[in-house]
């Protein structure tokens, strides 16, 4: 049962290699890429933050942690593969019954993505440092609010079409890069009674996530993903009795 609370329980989960791995990469997310935006989202009134990275066991997502869970946020890169079937069914299941869930960057090519998405989440890339233009194009979205009509990411790693997804629910952001490439980068889906997010900007070897604009992103798709009604049992398919007498 996904019950709501007074305040948002968002659990921010996180690999937690690169930034032990390499230096560079440590040097600009000390306390870990999710300890970059817990500490953000940790400000806001209405969100409590906890923290789950792989090497935990069960990943840290126990189901105890996942039924205190409003919101999960996930982010991956290099071991998408390492993350055990039976976790990542267990969050399929969460967000089914309601749970929001947020994908940030390379998390495109995570195995629970991947089975909510039912495709290969497959895209063009390039890393090269060049400059990314957000384009608002659903400026009316609970999660475009605060933002003008386009924000810039200095300096990012490159997304590029065709992005293997769904035709999005909504679709909240289109990227351009210095390079000449587009990309669908803010992406809404409903699945199920759960919300789920992609956001593309992110990667580690830049200070992303210290952007404003970005921030203001994320805490936004947080209070978009969040349950809004309690739920009392797990979605299922029940026999009914018919509401009219039939003949």
Not at 10 to 21: C, G, P, Q, R, S
């Amino acid at each position: 049962m996904i019950a709501v609370s007074e305040r948002i329980r968002v659990t921010v989960w996180n690999e937690y290699l690169h930034e032990l791995e390499d230096p560079s990469i440590g040097s600009i997310y000390p306390q870990g890429i999710h300890g970059a935006l817990g500490e953000f989202l940790g400000k806001e009134a209405d969100i409590e933050v906890r923290y789950a990275t792989l090497r935990q066991e069960e990943h840290g997502l126990t189901e105890d942690v996942l039924r205190q869970t409003d919101v999960l946020i996930w982010w991956g890169h290099k071991a998408h593969d390492q993350v055990e079937d039976t976790v990542a069914e267990r969050v399929h299941q969460r967000v089914l019954e309601g749970m929001g869930l947020i994908v940030l960057h390379s998390a495109h090519f995570s195995k629970i993505f991947r089975k909510l998405m039912g495709t290969t989440c497959s895209l063009r890339w390039r890393e090269a440092g060049e400059k990314e233009r957000v384009w608002v194009i659903e400026q009316g979205h609970p999660i475009a609010e605060g933002l003008d009509h386009y924000f810039e990411i200095p300096q990012t790693e490159m997304y590029g079409e065709r992005f293997d997804i769904p035709e999005p629910d909504t679709l909240v952001f289109i990227s351009w890069y210095a390079g000449g490439e587009v990309f669908r980068s803010g992406c809404c889906y409903n699945r199920g009674r759960g919300k789920v997010f992609y956001f593309a900007p992110g990667h580690e070897t830049h200070p992303i996530y210290y952007q404003k604009e970005v921030q203001q992103v994320i805490k936004n798709a947080v209070r978009w993903a969040a349950p809004i009604l309690s739920l009392s049992k797990p979605l299922s398919g029940d026999w009914v009795a018919p509401l009219e007498p039939l003949d």
